[in-house]
């Protein structure tokens, strides 16, 4: 099809599609590459970030894990999981802004997992800032132990970086 949306996983291409058909802009070829460009270079962010954070990517995280943890799925959304404190998380979700089917930023001081979190599957919440999330491509938690205040502290950086070079992301897509 196109350069960046040929780069695109072919598991995630259809969710590629579906994204630019919701997105506002036209529904053509010239859009998709756009929005696969913007979604490989919203990656590169991501990967960038755990990295400097000195975060690991893991393949699945258990719902009862005291851990926080940063996580990046199909869409380019971001939820920020913070560790688990008197029994709840802080949670706050961050929409790749460029849908019109989701909120742009929602967040919950007393979330809930439904259940456990695998990479290619959704995210449910009993309680969270939104019911479910699209399939899960990432999820990075910290390399070394720390304390549950540390670990909030470092996740909401990484999570506030990645966010505002995505913001500036969707603003090059919309802005061509």
């Not at 999981?81 to 929602?106: C, F, H, M, T, W």
């Not at 070394?144 to 995505?166: G, M, P």
Request: net charge negative; charged share 35%.
């Amino acid at each position: 099809m196109g350069e960046f949306f040929d780069k695109i996983p072919d598991y995630i291409k259809d969710h590629i599609k579906e994204i630019t058909k919701r997105s506002g802009m036209p529904d053509n070829e010239e859009s998709l590459e756009k929005i696969s460009e913007g979604w490989l270079e919203k990656e590169r962010i991501f990967e960038q970030e755990i990295s400097n954070m000195k975060m690991i990517e893991i393949n699945s995280f258990e719902k009862d894990d005291p851990k926080g943890a940063l996580i990046l799925t199909y869409s380019g959304s971001l939820i920020n999981l913070g560790p688990i404190v008197d029994n709840v998380r802080k949670v706050s979700y961050a929409s790749i802004g460029l849908r019109q089917d989701v909120p742009e930023l929602a967040t919950n001081d007393l979330s809930e997992l439904e259940s456990n979190i695998d990479i290619d599957d959704i995210i449910e919440f009993k309680v969270g800032p939104v019911k479910r999330t699209s399939a899960v491509y990432k999820i990075s938690i910290c390399e070394e132990e720390l304390s549950a205040t540390e670990q909030e502290k470092n996740i909401t950086k990484a999570a506030t970086v990645i966010i505002d070079d995505f913001v500036e992301v969707n603003k090059t897509i919309v802005g061509d």
